[in-house]
């Protein structure tokens, strides 16, 4: 196994070359130059000519890949052109926390939500609950997303008013306030990250710990309110929890908008999954065993049916850097996606370059992880 | 599990209702559609010029001079006086220069391709009065610290307009003969000084100096100057603070609790004066007329808020649901509101929409190196072809305003409104019929010639097989258009033209492509037949296009002369026009202008947009909301405007 | 008492060709301590009976008619929840093809503690590992097979596991659907010798279902023949062997071989088992009988008593 993720891992830096060299010759081959977005009788052509210049993009494309890779290859991702002197990584970095916080929440929930309606719907089928979600669920997802979005904000925010109608911070709320909002995303990412980790750990040293079945189930609850408690706290405490709050607040309408579209298909991919499962031999023993229906659903159809929604869950967290561009535009969220879409309309190739860099490396790696998790996940196969 | 959903109920709800902050009443709400990208001077009116930037950064800097919204007038500022070209006087180059002109500026220092040696100098008086917001006073300091400073640091390095406020070409030097009087050393008499260089935002020279002098210390003190974002207590003798950038989401701006003109009044009279009277310091003084009669519009100078919070809303329809709902007064907008979003609006209360004309102009134009463009009668008959009447009107519904003129309407000061336009008030034959009858004098044969039917205002007969004069077949030929993604209306002329340029047997055909393609086609390569784009036109107070575009020494891949116009009378006229410090002059040079280009066509203008705006009008209330460009032209008038209680 | 009284069971499934009469008029009895062999080929309902005994039906299963008794309660009128509790605690069930059902990500033992941790919420852990370990010990298998996943065992191992996961809740019945059909003789020797340890140190009783005479020679007391849904001659195995009086009954034992006594040609039932969607009218094996009578093929045979204990269905029984 170990021999088998090194080698990918060499697989993937090749890949990453390969694909860096790729994207920078098209960018390359893009007509027009970062001065594009400044012609104006204003701006005289020796201006523009001085910005190629001191941009480097007059040079020729060898040139510029050569001092690209070089850089890239010490972790330098360059300048933006239209953010100079401000380094790509520095954008980046200003970004990538938005997206993420957007995106994972929005990811985790469409696929908890697709996996557990799957998980049902398969399990009883024929009822009212199958019908409603199928066609529900199939219908939203092939809405125009734009169209969906605003037809959300319209409805929640401007009808009901509820919730804001886009951005991600409340401009009146942090008027006066010291903190970044980047750094309260970080703070927000720091507690579900910490959460995360300790209910894990529970839940892999928790068996040592319990001696009945029962006394697990409290333990895992009784830690995690705990934990909950105290980050409640933590947050209460340090005067940021009404920002954390607003952020929340924000988050509810971009996070309702894509797990309502998007459900359908993990749903779906989970139900027809499970329906192969659930003729398994190990499932009819589950219930001749005499366990409760719901566990014979869990822990046997489900589990095993949930194999492929692994893979597809895995890439979905890989795209959560891409961001949305169509969500971001509607929502006001300025994230990578904006980021990408906006250098490449203005030429501003490092930035376009270096955040498909960033992104496309965690794709890679985000394969290189489903296939190791595929092998932890069905003890069957070994590499 | 029941547990597990009680818990997200109560999360869910707390959440909800917990977390809004209430509206300050003072406060103005504004919102645009991109975040700004530097909270920097020099990086704004530099290399990161783009309009979202000065939507921000208005409202902050004193001028010398200012150009007055509406009527686009050069009137005293900081000055107590306006500026009279007889004022000029000589002095020698080396009297200034004793050591001689520094090395990096020495190209500049030649008129006519000779070396000067003398130079001219006015003397600027200022107020004494006016305070920045830490309490210091604006000097004559300040004023020849920013000119000199871009001149040291390097005005085409700094890029972007600073070459332009202070052309090097035009300044030689600025300094400040005490701390109320700016003297200016000129290399030659050029309209720029007027227009450009006195009107030029200045900047505190006690904030800046010792920044700019740390920066010269490294290694590329122009990227360290551009990269310092901590101007937050950067000083500022207009009604507004520097913002607070939260990037991503909004910039918050502060009035200045010092602004020293507050409560200054401007009038304007219908024989085109203006008077400006400042009742703390007993000033009542009058420009560019005798103020008789009644003032047609009088403006209170605020600000009257509190405060600007720009909020960034990258979707047009979110911003206008934010608008619908209160969260902001007025969107900051450089094209205007889509027909969809007007429709949309005109069903909500309280929402005042206003249309204003755009300063811009869409036109085509054509290689003129090339046969038979470089021909006058082929261009002029072309532009008889063309109905821009039907086209805006009966096609586009109104959504764009025939303009036949280099010089858009809007900028009342220049217009000139007497020029020659091709097929004036023709129908579709009497077009065809002139078209032809240009042509055939100009020695042009077809094939086939077109024939027209009076009656049924048609072309019955197609013509086909073009000849030039010479015999030789006019060529099929391209043109470059914008597609539908970009810009509709200039798609929909594009098609109109390739049709009406067929019927009569002028074989083209429209290519509809990228932005980037055309631009870098058209001005890079300079490989192309025929070409429509547009022009935002830049400062209405001085048109100084009419060089950068038709001059012939800007014919040269990378100028906007793309078209390769030269014309020797045309470029004395122009250049006289630049050089031309009298203002009534520099009116009847540009009205003449107008009349070589309605004649020449180098380019046929096609049409220009309305800007549509809206705004609350139970919370704001504007001075005046008639003005070229609309609102987000001059800055959102973030100084004058009212709140409303 | 009886432990186990089925009456009458009809079960037909539902399928696209029509209904399959699977299970069509069975009636049995079971008392503690006695194992019951359940014999016939490949498709005449035995599986389908202990699918019934544990109720876990496909979908497209109906139970037509009939009741079956587990201590005196009709299991099919149960409830879901009561009859969770029958299930494993009461009857259990070793199955065939063991391969399958031993779901492949969770390992071994927890899938026999999961088997008692639902009927024992109040279990300790530990104590229940325990417990695993003796059954597997029970089974003849090595303790550490505890963590092991069901791909890394043999085809005998997983069977043996297959059965020390049956007796986990310590059931009062065990149904064992043909488990040692997929093994080779010798592994089945050693099974067949476990399962009668089993019994004996446990003393539950047993449904054994099996086509493999030789095997229900030696494990069953009872022994009830099917055919084609029904039960065609049932009692004491003795019995049934020494004396086979249904036709199909007797064409069964001679089709097998016997290690003692000379060397005799093998005689085969002529013909094919019916279709059981459309089974031939009167008597299912008419068919196939060389002893067929006219009535025969009018009227389905009852169950009638010839000796002591001992049931034919049949018009003109050997």
């Known amino acids: 196994m170990g021999r088998y993720v090194v080698r990918r891992i060499i697989q993937v830096v090749g890949m990453t070359f390969a694909f860096v060299t790729i994207t920078f010759l098209i960018l390359q081959a893009m007509p027009g130059d970062i001065t594009n977005l400044y012609i104006s009788p204003e701006i005289p052509p020796e201006v523009r000519q001085a910005l190629r210049e001191r941009f480097g993009v007059d040079q020729p494309v060898l040139s510029q890949y050569a001092r690209y890779i070089t850089n890239f290859l010490r972790g330098n991702l360059g300048y933006s052109f239209r953010h100079y002197p401000r380094t790509v990584w520095d954008i980046i970095r200003e970004r990538l926390p938005r997206t993420f916080v957007l995106f994972f929440t929005a990811t985790v ?171 398994e031999d190990y499932v009819m023993a589950a219930r001749a065993k005499g366990l409760p229906d719901r566990e014979v659903r869990d822990r046997h159809a489900a589990r095993t049916a949930l194999l492929p929604m692994v893979t597809s869950f895995t890439l979905a967290i890989a795209s959560v850097l891409n961001g949305g561009i169509i969500t971001e535009n509607i929502f006001s969220w300025p994230g990578m996606g904006q980021t990408l879409v906006k250098s490449i309309q203005t030429n501003d190739w490092p930035l376009a370059l270096g955040t498909f860099a960033f992104t496309g490396i965690f794709v890679l790696f985000a394969h290189l992880a489903v296939d190791i998790l595929y092998a932890v996940l069905d003890p069957r196969i070994r590499y | 599990m029941c547990k597990k959903y009680l818990l997200c109920g109560i999360l869910s709800f707390c959440v909800v209702f917990l977390t809004v902050g209430a509206a300050s009443a003072g406060l103005l709400e504004v919102g645009q559609h991109s975040d700004i990208t530097t909270n920097n001077y020099w990086a704004h009116m530099g290399p990161k010029s783009e309009v979202w930037n000065t939507y921000a950064s208005s409202g902050i800097y004193p001028a010398v001079f200012t150009t007055v919204a509406p009527t686009w007038q050069l009137v005293p500022s900081l000055a107590t006086k306006m500026f009279d070209p007889a004022d000029f006087s000589t002095v020698s180059l080396s009297e200034i220069f004793p050591e001689g002109v520094p090395e990096e500026r020495e190209e500049y220092f030649f008129v006519g391709g000779e070396a000067v040696e003398e130079l001219i100098y006015v003397d600027i008086p200022l107020y004494d009065f006016v305070e920045w917001s830490d309490g210091m006073p604006v000097t004559a300091h300040d004023v020849a610290f920013t000119h000199m400073i871009t001149l040291e640091l390097g005005a085409v390095a700094l890029g972007g ?35 450009q260089a006195l009107p030029r935002s200045i900047v505190a020279r006690h904030y800046w100096e010792p920044l700019i002098e740390e920066f010269l210390m490294k290694d590329e003190p122009l990227e360290a100057l551009f990269a310092y974002e901590d101007t937050l207590d950067e000083p500022s003798a207009g009604g507004f603070l520097r913002g607070r950038w939260e990037r991503g989401a909004f910039i918050d701006r502060e009035v200045n609790p010092h602004y020293t003109w507050q409560g200054a009044q401007e009038h304007f009279y219908e024989d085109g004066s203006y008077r400006f009277v400042f009742p703390p310091k007993d000033i009542d003084v009058l420009y560019h007329g005798d103020g008789e009669g009644e003032a047609w519009l009088s403006t209170d100078s605020g600000p009257f808020v509190e405060g600007v919070l720009h909020s960034i809303y990258t979707d047009q329809s979110t911003a206008v649901m934010a608008l619908s709902r209160g969260d902001v007064d007025f969107v900051f907008n450089p094209v205007g509101l889509e027909v969809g979003f007007q429709e949309q609006l005109s069903e909500v209360p309280n929402i005042a929409m206003i249309s204003n004309l755009a300063y811009g102009i869409r036109f085509m134009g054509f290689n003129l190196r090339k046969e038979p463009f470089n021909d006058l009668a082929f261009r002029q008959a072309f532009a008889t072809l063309i109905d821009r009447e039907f086209v805006c009107e009966r096609v586009l519904q109104g959504a764009a ?100 340029a067929n019927e009569v047997g002028i074989p083209m055909y429209t290519r509809l492509t990228d932005f980037s393609l055309i631009v870098e086609r058209v001005f890079n390569q300079q490989d192309f037949d025929a070409w429509m784009l547009g022009w935002s036109l830049g400062n209405p107070a001085f048109p100084t296009y009419f060089n950068v575009f038709f001059h012939s020494r800007y014919t040269d891949p990378g100028g906007f002369n793309a078209q390769g116009y030269a014309n020797p009378e045309y470029d004395a006229l122009v250049e006289e026009f630049l050089s ?31 800007i549509v705006e809206a705004y609350r009008e139970d919370r704001l209330v504007y001075p005046f909301t008639e003005v070229l460009g609309g609102l987000q032209f001059v800055g959102g008038m973030l100084g004058t405007v009212k709140l409303l209680e | 008492m009886d ?90 069930l070793v199955f065939q093809a063991a391969m399958n059902v031993l779901n492949p990500v969770y390992r071994v033992g927890e899938q026999i503690l999961e088997a008692m941790f639902a009927h024992y919420q109040e279990l300790e852990v530990e104590k229940g590992r325990k417990k695993v370990v003796q059954l597997l010990e029970l089974v003849g298998l090595d303790a550490r097979i505890i963590d092991a996943y069901p791909h890394q065992l043999s085809g005998g191992m997983r069977q043996r596991v297959v059965i020390a996961m049956a007796l986990a809740c310590s059931p009062a019945v065990v149904v064992a659907d043909e488990p040692t059909t997929a093994l080779d003789v010798i592994m089945q020797d050693r099974i067949l010798r476990e399962l009668r340890k089993v019994r004996e140190e446990l003393g539950m009783s047993m449904v054994y279902i099996t086509h493999d005479i030789a095997v229900i020679a030696e494990v069953s007391d009872w022994l009830a023949v099917m055919y084609s849904g029904k039960i065609v001659e049932q009692g004491p195995t003795t019995g049934v062997f020494d004396h086979p009086h249904h036709p199909y009954t007797r064409g069964l034992m001679l089709s097998f071989p016997s290690v003692h006594g000379p060397r ?55």
């Open chain 1, 109 to 279: 929930g469409y696929f908890y939500l697709g996996f557990t309606l799957g998980k049902i719907i398969a399990w009883k089928r024929g009822t009212a609950l199958e019908y409603t979600t199928t066609v529900g669920g199939v219908f939203l997802y092939s809405l125009f997303l734009p169209m969906y979005a605003l037809l959300v904000i319209w409805f929640f925010a401007l009808r009901l008013g509820w919730f804001p109608v886009s951005q991600f911070i409340t401009p009146r709320l942090w008027r006066g306030v010291e903190v970044s909002s980047n750094t309260i995303f970080g703070y927000i990412i720091l507690s579900a990250a910490l959460f995360v980790a300790l209910m894990s750990l529970v839940s892999v040293y928790g068996k040592k710990y319990s001696r009945t079945r029962k006394a697990r189930r409290n333990l895992y609850w009784g830690i995690g309110g705990i934990t909950l408690g105290i980050l409640v706290t933590g947050w209460g405490i340090s005067g940021y929890a009404h920002l954390a709050a607003n952020i929340f607040h924000h988050l509810a309408l971009p996070v309702i908008t894509l797990t309502t579209g998007a459900f359908a298909g993990s749903m779906l991919l989970m139900r027809d999954s499970m329906l192969e499962t659930i003729k």
């Open chain 2, 161 to 195: 307009n600073h070459p332009n406020l202070t052309p090097p070409d035009v300044i030689a030097k600025v300094e400040a003969l005490d701390d109320y009087t700016v003297r200016y050393y000129l290399i030659k008499e050029d309209a720029r000084f007027m227009f």
């Open chain 2, 401 to 500: 305003i025939p303009l036949a003129s280099v010089m858009p309407p809007g900028n009342v000061a220049w217009f000139n409104e007497n020029v020659t336009v091709y097929g004036e008030g023709m129908g579709r034959s009497e077009r065809v019929e002139e078209a032809v009858r240009i042509l055939s004098e100009a020695g042009y044969t077809w094939e086939v010639t077109p024939e027209v039917d009076h009656d049924t205002d048609e072309v019955v007969v197609r013509g086909r097989g073009l000849m030039m004069p010479d015999g030789s077949p006019v060529e099929e030929f391209e043109m470059l258009a914008p597609g539908q993604a970009y810009d509709p209306l200039r798609t929909t002329f594009a098609m109109f033209i390739e049709r009406w």
């Open chain 2, 580 to 610: 031309t410090l009298d203002l009534e002059e520099a009116r009847k040079i540009c009205f003449e202008l107008q009349e070589i280009m309605a004649e020449e066509l180098p380019y046929i203008v096609l049409f220009d947009t309305e």
């Open chain 3, 3 to 92: 432990l186990v009284r089925v009456e009458n069971l009809v079960m037909h499934y539902e399928t696209r060709e029509g209904m399959v009469r699977a299970v069509d008029g069975v009636s049995f009895r079971l008392k503690e301590s006695e194992t019951l062999g359940l014999l016939g080929e490949s498709g005449c309902g035995k599986s389908s009976v202990a699918s019934v005994l544990l109720k876990v039906l496909p979908d497209n299963a109906r139970i037509v008619g009939g009741q079956v008794f587990f201590r005196g309660n009709d299991i099919l009128a149960l409830e879901e929840e009561k009859m969770r509790h029958v299930r494993w605690e009461g009857i259990s």
């Open chain 3, 264 to 318: 005799k040609s093998l005689q085969v039932i002529p013909g094919e088992p019916p279709s059981l969607i459309t089974p031939p009218s009167g008597c299912r094996f008419h068919p196939r009988c060389t002893r067929v009578k006219h009535q025969c093929r009018k009227e389905e045979p009852p169950l009638v008593e010839l000796a002591d204990n001992h049931h034919v269905a049949c018009y003109n029984p050997w």
